[in-house]
C-alpha cells in the first residue's frame, strides 16, 4: 500500500509546487514508483513536467485531464494517466516510475459549475477512481491549491499524510494555523463517507521550510511555528508525530530555469552533481520523509 501524501497550506506563494516535483523527482531517482497528482487548478505541475507543448493539447482539448473524470462520457484516472513523464526533449525516458495525473485550466469548474451528486461528492468519486491504480506506487503526492475546496478535497480524503510547505515568514504560521482549523471541519463533514480499509483522516505531519533566502536567519519562525506545532499535538488536531523537518530548501535560480526545461532540479546539468546546492536540499528533504514514515 502506497504512501498517499498532500502538500498543501493555507498560504500561497511558498514554492510548495517546486517542492513536490523535486521531491518526487527524488524519491523516483531512488527506485521508488510514484505517482505525483496534480489538484492544483493552476497547472504549474502539469505544465512543467509535461512541457507546454504537451500540456497545451490537453488544455485545448478539455480531454485527458483530472477534470475529465468528472465529465459526461467520464474518462477514469486511469485513461488520463501519463506515465514516466519525465524525458528529454527526445522522448528519452529520464525518471522510470515517476508518472503524472495531469490537470489543466478547466478544473477551476469543479468548485462552481459543476453539480455534484449528494451521494458521491467529487472526492469520493476521486477516491474510489484512485484505488484502482494507486497500488503500483510506492508514493502518491497530491499538489493542492492554498484551500480545502473541492479540488483540494480530492487529494485531502484520499490521502493518508499532510505536509505544510513554509516559508520562514508570519504569514506562513497563519497559513499552517487556518489549514489545520478547516482540515477538521472537512473531516467532520466528510465522515460519513469513509469506506472500510481507509484508516483514520489525514492530519498534518510535518512542517518543511522552502524558498529560504540566503543570509536569512529562521530560528525565529522557526520557534514560532514549533509553537503552535506543540499547542495543536496537545489539542490533538495534528498527527503526534508532527514536526518541523531538519532538512530546509535554499532559494536559487536553477529551479526557476528547471521550470523552463522541464525537468526536476535533479537532472539539471552540473546543478545535479555538485555536493551543496539546492538539489542536495531537496534529496534531503526526501529522504527525511521517506524516513519519517517510521513514525507513523
Not at 70 to 75: D, I, N, S, T, V
Not at 141 to 155: H, K, Y
Amino acid at each position: 500500500m502506497p504512501r498517499k501524501i498532500c502538500f498543501v497550506n493555507y498560504k500561497g506563494g511558498v514554492g510548495k509546487t517546486s517542492m513536490i516535483v523535486n521531491i518526487a523527482a527524488c524519491l523516483a531517482h531512488t527506485g521508488k514508483k510514484v505517482l505525483l497528482v496534480d489538484l492544483d487548478t493552476q497547472s504549474n505541475a502539469s505544465i512543467w513536467l509535461m512541457r507546454l507543448d504537451r500540456w497545451n493539447k490537453l488544455n485545448i482539448n478539455g480531454e485527458g485531464s483530472i477534470f475529465s473524470i468528472f465529465e459526461p462520457g467520464q474518462q477514469t484516472l486511469s485513461d488520463i494517466l501519463v506515465r514516466d513523464v519525465v524525458s528529454s526533449k527526445t522522448d528519452e525516458n529520464l525518471l522510470p516510475g515517476f508518472d503524472l495525473l495531469p490537470t489543466t485550466f478547466n478544473l477551476v469548474d469543479l468548485e462552481n459549475e459543476f453539480p455534484a451528486n449528494p451521494a458521491e461528492p467529487p472526492f469520493l468519486r476521486f477516491y474510489r477512481q484512485l484505488r484502482e491504480i494507486e497500488n503500483n506506487y510506492d508514493y502518491v503526492l497530491f499538489d493542492c491549491p492554498p484551500n480545502v475546496l473541492r479540488a483540494s478535497q480530492c487529494g485531502i480524503f484520499s490521502s493518508n499524510e499532510i505536509y505544510v510547505p513554509a516559508n520562514p515568514d508570519a504569514l506562513s504560521l497563519i497559513g499552517f494555523t487556518l489549514l489545520v482549523e478547516k482540515l477538521l471541519l472537512f473531516h467532520q463533514r466528510s465522515a460519513s463517507f469513509r469506506e472500510p480499509g481507509m484508516g483514520r483522516p489525514a492530519l498534518c505531519r510535518g512542517v518543511i521550510f522552502n524558498s529560504i533566502k540566503a543570509n536569512v536567519d529562521i530560528e525565529v519562525p522557526k520557534m514560532r511555528m514549533q509553537l503552535r506545532i506543540n499547542q495543536f499535538r496537545n489539542q490533538r488536531r495534528i498527527d503526534p508525530t508532527t514536526k518541523i523537518f531538519e532538512a530546509q530548501i535554499r532559494d536559487a535560480m536553477v529551479v526557476r530555469r528547471a521550470v523552463t526545461l522541464g525537468l526536476p532540479v535533479t537532472l539539471v546539468g552540473q546543478v545535479a552533481k555538485e555536493e551543496d546546492s539546492v538539489a542536495t536540499d531537496y534529496q534531503r528533504v526526501a529522504a527525511e520523509l521517506d524516513q519519517h514514515e517510521a513514525m507513523a
